[in-house]
C-alpha cells in the first residue's frame, strides 16, 4: 500500500494518545466482520462524491451490507442515493443521532442486541472525527470503530490510512468481495 | 430602577437657608405594577430544577475536540476511554466544562460589550437618557431584563443595575471551571444555561440602550433597505473600513463626516456587526459582508484607512492592514493590537504620523476623536496610496498555479478541505472559473497561507479572491438594516396562530459565517421557509449572508419578503445583540399573548415557551464562544438550537431519545395527568451537516405538545413534504407525531395512513392543551 501514512487527513485535527490501528490489509476488515455479533454500518454523504470506473463507494456499502447482512443507517442526505439502487437503508438520521444511540449499549437498530461493530464510510471528516472520538470515550467498553474512509481517522480503532482513490477503491473492492465469498 | 432625583425650591432649618438645588441619592428599585415572581436576579443554583428537568430529556452526547486537559500544570492528562485526570475530572465534566468555559466567555464579551457601551452612552446622553426601542408600540421594552432581574427600565442608568446582576454571575460561572471545582456534567451544563440566560440579558442591554441612544429603527417592520456587498464600495473615493461590534467610534466617524459636509465624498463601510449596526444609524454607511470578508476586503485594498473595535477582528488585523499601507486604528482597550495609546495627544499629530506612515496605528479611546482622525487621515492618505493591493491579477494567478505541484497541504489545513489543487491544475490551464468557484465556499481564514503550507510559496486565499474577480463585481445586494424588537401588537396578532401551531415556526438564522460550505446556503434555507409561511427571524453574519443572494427575479430576500413578524415575514433584527429581541418575542408571546406573569418569573415562562412556542433557532456557520452563549440562552428556555456541521466542534449535542417513550410524557396544568405528547421538539442542540437535513428538521423541531390539529397538521406537512422532498421516501417516526387521525395532513392522507398501520399506531388521546413540565405549575393536582 504506497503512500501509507497515518496521520490525520485535515492536518489540525489531532488526536489524543490512542490512536487508530491502520489497516494493513483489507482482509482484517473482512474477518471483523465477520466475526462481529450485531455490526452496524453508518453511511454518509462523502460515499457518493466520488465516482471511479463508474463506481461510487456506496455500491460497495451495499455489497458488503447486503453480503453480511448488516443494517444501514444512511446519514444526512444519503438516503435518496441508496433508494436510487435499490437498497432500503434500516433507517435515516443525522450522524450526531446514531453516534449518540450507539453510545447507548442496550440499543440496537435491529433487535439483535447490542452493536459490537460500528462500520463507518463517507461523514464530513472532521464530524466523523469527533463522534468516533465520542464513541472512543463513551462507548469503548461495548463497541469497536471501523472506518472504511478514504482518509486516516485516528479515533477510530482501525481506520485505512491517507489512501489515493485508486487504492481505496481496491481495498473497498477487496473487503466486498471477501465478505461474497462467505455468503457463499 | 432610577436615580432619585430631588428637587429643593426652598429650605429652611437652623442651620440652612438654600434655594433652588438638586441632588440624587443612588437608584431606587421602582416598582411595576407585576409584584415579583420566584426567581429575581437568580443565582446559579436558582433554576437548577429547571435545568434538570430540560437536560433529563435532552442528554449531552459529548464529542471530545480535545481528548487531552491542559488547564493545570498536574497535566496534561488524558481523559479518553474512562480515565480521569489527576484532579479527578472525567471526560463528561471536562467537556461540559468546556462547553462553560465557551459560554461564559461568550456572555462575558456581551457583558463588557455592554459595559463598555452603556458608560460611553450615559456620559454623552446622560443617565436620565429614556428608553425608548418602539414607543407606544413596544411597551414591553425590554422582556430578558424584566423576566430575569425583574427590572423595568425606563432610563439608560436603570439598565445599569441588570449589568451589575451579569457582571457578578458571570465571575461565578467562571470560577466554576477552575480545577477542583465541579465534577458533575450535568451541573456543568445547568451552569452552562445560567451563562446563556444571562447572556440575553447583557444582550438585551447593548441593543436597547444603543437604540435609545441613536434613535435606531424602534421595532420598524419597514426599516430601509442599505446596500451590501464589496462592489458597492466606490473605488474613487476615499474609504474608512470599520470592522468590530461597538458601534459608537464608527457613529463618531459618521458625525464627524456631516459636521465637515464629507458625507458623500468619503465611503464609510465595515465589516461584521458594526457595519449592521452603523446602517441602523446612516443610510450612507455599507457594508461590506460578514467576517469571512475580511482578508479579501483588506487585501483588495480599497480601505484607505482601517478603524477596528472589538469581537471577531482578525487579529492579524495589522500586519494585514500594512500590507496594503492602510493606517490602522484600534478604538478599544480589548483590543490594542499592541498599538500605541495615543489618546491624549492632538488629533494634528496623531494625523501627521499616520500619513507619513510614522506609524502603522494607533490606538485611540476616544469616540469623537476617533471620528476627526479617521476622516482626515483617509483624505490625506487616499492619493498616496492609491489602493494599494494585495491580491494578485489574474495573468499572475494563472502563472502562479503553473508552479503548483499538487501536493495536496492547502487542502488539508483548510478546515473546509475544499479541493484547491485540482482547482490550480483547471488555473494552470487557464480556466479560472473551477478556483473561482470556492469564492462563495471559502471563509478566509487564511489558513491555506500559512508559511509552512505551501512548498512553491503559492498564496490560495489570495489566489481565489483574485480569479474571482467577475464574482466580486456581481457582490451587490440590498439588505433590510436591523429593525430591533417585536412590536407587541405583533406579539398579539401571531401569538395565537404561533401557541397552536397554525403558523408553521418561527425560525431564527443567526449566528457566524463559519459556513460548511457556500454561504449562500442560509439564503436558500430563508427563502424555503419564507415561501412556507413560517416567520423567518435574523441577525448578525447570517442576516449579511441572507441578503447576498439573488432568487428568480433578481431580487434580495429582503426585497423580496416584507420585515414584519408575521407568516411569510423576514425579520432582521440587527446585529449580533440583536439576538434579545428574538429570545424577548418568545417571551412575550407567554407574557403577552398568554398573559403569564413576566416579572421575575422564568420557570414558567420558559416551560411555556418550551411546550407551546414553535421557535428554532439555526446557526448553520456557528463558530465564535458568542455564538455558543447564544445557543445557551435559548436552550434553557427551552428552545432547539440547530448548527452546521463546524458546530459538532462545540463538544456535545443535547439530544433527544424518541425511542424512549417515557421520555415524552408531560402534565396536564389543569388535572395534573401524565400525558404522552410524543417527542416535541425532539432534540434540544444538534449539529447537521448538510442544509437539507436541517431543512428537514427545522419543522420538525417547530412540533409542541401545544400544537392543534390543525396546527399539528400544518407542521407536520412540512416536515413530510421537506423529508420526500429531500430524501425520496417517507419519515419513519411519522407515528409519533400523529395524536389523532385529525393530525395528519389532508393531502398526504393516504400515504401517511399506510405508514401508522405498519407500525401499528393507535389513536392517542388528544393531549392536553395546558402542557407542562412541572408539577408546581398543574392548578389542581391530578
Ligand atoms: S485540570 Fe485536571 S484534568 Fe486538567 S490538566 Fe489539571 S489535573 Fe489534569
Ligand atoms: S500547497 Fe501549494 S503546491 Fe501544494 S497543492 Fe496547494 S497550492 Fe499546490
Ligand atoms: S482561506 Fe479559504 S481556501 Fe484557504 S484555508 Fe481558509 S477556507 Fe480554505
Redesign the pocket.
Known amino acids: 500500500m504506497k503512500g501509507l501514512i497515518s496521520e490525520p487527513f485535515q492536518k489540525y485535527e489531532i488526536p489524543g494518545p490512542i490512536k487508530a490501528l491502520v489497516i494493513s490489509k483489507p482482509k482484517v476488515v473482512s474477518s471483523i466482520i465477520k466475526r462481529a455479533k450485531n455490526p452496524i454500518f453508518i453511511v454518509g454523504h462523502e460515499s457518493t462524491k466520488v465516482e471511479l470506473n463508474g463506481k461510487k463507494p456506496i455500491d460497495y456499502v451495499i455489497r458488503m451490507a447486503k453480503a453480511s447482512d448488516i443494517p444501514v443507517v444512511a446519514v444526512s442526505n444519503t438516503a435518496r442515493e441508496f433508494l436510487k439502487r435499490d437498497f432500503k437503508p434500516k433507517a435515516l438520521m443525522a450522524s450526531m443521532e446514531i453516534g449518540n444511540l450507539l453510545t447507548d449499549p442496550n440499543w440496537s437498530i435491529n433487535g439483535k442486541g447490542p452493536h459490537d461493530i460500528a462500520l463507518i464510510l463517507g461523514i464530513t471528516y472532521y464530524v466523523e472525527w469527533v463522534i468516533l472520538s465520542g464513541l472512543k470515550s463513551f462507548a469503548y467498553n461495548h463497541l469497536k470503530t471501523i472506518s472504511l474512509d478514504r482518509y486516516y481517522q485516528p479515533n477510530a480503532n482501525w481506520s485505512f490510512p491517507n489512501l489515493s482513490l485508486k487504492e481505496w477503491y481496491e481495498n473497498l473492492e477487496e473487503i466486498a468481495r471477501e465478505l461474497g465469498v462467505m455468503e457463499k | 430602577m432610577a436615580n432619585l432625583k430631588i428637587r429643593i425650591d426652598e429650605l429652611h432649618t437652623d442651620k440652612i437657608i438654600a434655594k433652588g438645588f438638586e441632588f440624587r441619592v443612588g437608584r431606587l428599585i421602582e416598582e411595576w405594577e407585576e409584584e415579583p415572581g420566584p426567581t429575581q436576579m437568580p443565582n446559579i443554583a436558582s433554576l437548577r430544577d429547571w435545568d434538570r428537568k430540560l437536560l433529563s430529556k435532552y442528554k449531552p452526547f459529548y464529542l471530545p475536540f480535545c481528548e487531552l486537559c491542559c488547564l493545570c500544570t498536574m497535566g496534561k492528562c488524558d481523559l479518553s476511554q474512562g480515565k480521569r485526570g489527576a484532579c479527578g475530572i472525567d471526560m463528561a465534566a471536562q467537556q461540559s466544562r468546556i462547553v462553560l468555559i465557551s459560554c461564559t466567555l461568550g456572555a462575558a464579551t456581551h457583558t463588557a460589550h455592554a459595559r463598555h457601551l452603556l458608560d460611553e452612552l450615559i456620559a454623552k446622553y446622560g443617565p436620565d437618557h429614556p428608553i425608548d426601542v418602539g414607543g407606544a408600540s413596544v411597551y414591553v421594552e425590554a422582556p430578558n431584563i424584566r423576566l430575569v432581574t425583574g427590572i423595568k427600565p425606563k432610563t439608560l442608568s436603570d439598565l445599569e443595575d441588570a449589568l451589575e446582576y451579569c457582571e457578578k454571575e458571570l465571575i461565578h460561572l467562571l470560577a466554576a471551571c477552575h480545577t477542583g471545582q465541579e465534577g458533575d456534567n450535568i451541573d456543568f451544563e445547568s451552569k452552562v444555561f445560567h451563562a446563556g440566560m444571562i447572556d440575553h440579558v447583557a444582550l438585551e442591554i447593548c441593543d436597547i440602550a444603543q437604540i435609545s441612544a441613536y434613535n435606531f429603527p424602534k421595532a420598524d417592520p419597514e426599516a430601509p433597505l442599505a446596500d451590501i456587498g464589496i462592489s458597492v464600495i466606490d473605488p474613487t473615493k476615499p474609504t474608512i473600513l470599520v470592522i468590530g461590534h461597538n458601534v459608537p467610534p464608527s457613529i463618531e466617524i459618521y458625525e464627524y463626516m456631516k459636521k465637515a459636509g464629507l458625507e458623500d465624498s468619503i465611503e464609510l463601510c465595515g465589516i461584521c456587526c458594526t457595519a449592521l449596526d452603523l446602517t441602523r444609524k446612516t443610510s450612507k454607511a455599507k457594508i461590506v459582508g460578514p467576517l469571512s470578508h475580511q482578508l479579501r476586503f483588506i487585501r483588495s485594498g480599497l480601505a484607505d484607512v482601517i478603524v477596528v473595535d472589538e469581537q471577531c477582528i482578525r487579529t492579524d488585523v495589522l500586519i494585514e492592514a500594512k500590507r496594503v499601507h492602510a493606517p490602522l486604528i484600534s478604538t478599544h482597550y480589548r483590543n490594542f493590537q499592541g498599538l500605541p495609546d495615543r489618546t491624549k495627544d492632538s488629533i494634528d499629530e496623531i494625523v501627521k504620523d499616520l500619513v507619513s506612515a510614522q506609524v502603522p496605528g494607533v490606538a485611540l479611546l476616544d469616540s469623537e476623536k476617533v471620528g476627526e482622525v479617521a476622516v482626515k487621515v483617509a483624505l490625506s492618505v487616499f492619493k498616496k496610496r492609491q489602493k494599494f493591493k494585495a491580491i494578485p491579477l489574474e495573468p499572475e494567478v494563472i502563472k502562479d498555479a503553473k508552479?503548483?505541484?499538487?501536493?495536496?497541504?492547502?487542502?488539508r489545513v483548510c478546515p473546509n478541505y475544499l479541493p484547491?489543487?485540482e482547482a490550480?491544475l483547471a488555473v494552470a490551464n487557464g480556466n479560472l472559473e473551477p478556483l473561482s468557484n470556492l469564492y462563495e465556499a471559502c471563509i478566509g481564514c487564511g489558513r491555506?497561507e500559512a508559511y509552512d503550507?505551501?512548498?512553491?510559496g503559492?498564496k490560495?486565499h489570495s489566489m481565489i479572491v483574485g480569479a474571482s474577480r467577475l464574482k466580486m463585481e456581481q457582490d451587490r445586494f440590498k439588505i433590510r438594516i436591523g429593525r430591533g424588537a417585536i412590536q407587541d401588537t405583533e406579539i398579539r396578532a401571531v401569538g395565537g396562530p404561533i401557541v397552536m401551531g397554525e403558523i408553521p415556526g418561527v425560525v431564527a438564522i443567526v449566528g457566524c459565517a463559519n459556513y460548511p460550505g457556500s454561504w449562500k446556503d442560509n439564503a436558500i434555507i430563508a427563502e424555503e421557509f419564507l415561501k412556507r409561511k413560517f416567520i423567518v427571524t435574523a441577525s448578525g453574519c447570517a442576516a449579511m449572508s441572507i441578503s447576498m443572494y439573488k432568487n428568480e427575479d433578481n431580487q434580495s430576500l429582503y426585497e423580496a419578503y416584507p420585515g414584519i413578524f408575521d407568516a411569510g415575514g423576514l425579520v432582521n433584527c440587527g446585529s449580533c445583540v440583536a439576538n434579545s429581541h428574538i429570545s424577548g418575542a418568545l417571551i412575550k408571546i407567554a407574557s403577552i399573548f398568554a398573559k403569564r406573569k413576566l416579572n421575575s418569573n422564568y420557570e414558567e415562562i420558559a416551560d411555556y415557551i418550551h411546550n407551546r412556542v414553535g421557535a428554532v433557532g439555526l446557526a448553520w456557520g456557528a463558530m465564535s464562544q458568542k455564538a455558543s452563549s447564544i445557543a445557551s440562552g435559548f436552550w434553557r428556555l427551552g428552545v432547539p438550537v440547530i448548527v452546521g456541521p463546524h458546530g459538532s466542534k462545540y463538544r456535545r449535542g443535547l439530544l433527544g431519545r424518541k425511542d424512549i417513550k417515557e421520555d415524552w410524557y408531560v402534565l396536564d396544568g389543569r388535572t395534573g395527568k401524565r400525558v404522552y405528547v410524543g417527542p416535541t421538539p425532539e432534540h434540544l442542540f444538534i449539529s447537521v451537516e448538510k442544509k437539507e437535513e436541517a431543512m428537514v428538521l427545522i419543522p420538525k423541531l417547530c412540533m409542541r405538545p401545544s400544537d392543534t390539529t390543525k396546527g399539528r397538521a400544518i407542521k407536520l406537512y412540512h416536515y413530510i413534504d421537506l423529508y420526500t422532498k429531500f430524501y425520496g421516501i417517507l419519515p419513519d417516526d411519522i407515528h409519533l407525531f400523529v395524536r389523532t387521525k385529525a393530525d395528519i395532513p389532508t393531502t398526504m392522507k393516504e400515504e401517511v395512513i399506510k405508514v401508522l398501520e405498519e407500525k401499528g399506531w393507535k389513536e392517542s388521546e388528544i393531549p392536553s392543551l395546558d402542557p407542562t413540565l412541572l408539577s408546581k405549575f398543574v392548578r389542581v393536582k391530578g
Open positions: 508552479r503548483c505541484t499538487r501536493c495536496g497541504n492547502c487542502q484547491i489543487p490550480m491555506c503550507v505551501c512548498h512553491q503559492l490560495p
